[in-house]
């Protein structure tokens, strides 16, 4: 089972960016799945859910009104499209999966994917 996420690079302040997670092994479609972050010494911290058909999704306060999560179940994939993008947004993004969205949100996460890195630079 692995999910590797893809899409990282270096943007400019003010630019976008989408991240992709696709997951192999096993398929996830009933899995509720989100976005963290780790930022260089801080502690990696929530930014994202969807749960298992897209009809619920949560943020953190300071990705709300730029990051969008969204989910393909037909692909296994899940995506998060960040906008507005701000220098206190470079961090490694990790993809996830739980049982459930409050899992989720919770950080009670079953599957943790690769990261993939993200800097803004000004």
């Known amino acids: 089972v692995q999910l590797q996420a893809s899409g990282g690079g270096s943007v400019q302040a003010g630019g976008s960016r989408r991240l992709s997670c696709a997951a192999s092994?096993?398929?996830?479609?009933?899995?509720?799945k989100g976005w963290f972050r780790q930022a260089p010494g801080k502690e990696r911290e929530f930014v994202a859910a969807?749960?298992?058909?897209?009809?619920?999704?949560y943020y953190a306060d300071s990705v709300k009104g730029r990051f969008i999560i969204s989910r393909d179940n037909a692909k296994n994939t899940v995506s998060l499209q960040m906008n507005s993008l701000k220098l206190e947004d470079t961090a490694v993004y990790y993809c996830?999966?739980?049982?459930?969205?409050?899992?989720?949100?919770?950080?009670?996460?079953?599957?943790w994917g690769r990261g993939t890195q993200v800097t803004v630079s000004s």
């Open positions: 969807i749960n298992w058909n897209g009809g619920s999704t």
């Open positions: 996830a999966a739980a049982e459930i969205v409050q899992g989720v949100v919770r950080g009670e996460i079953t599957y």
């Open positions: 092994g096993r398929t996830f479609s009933s899995y509720a």
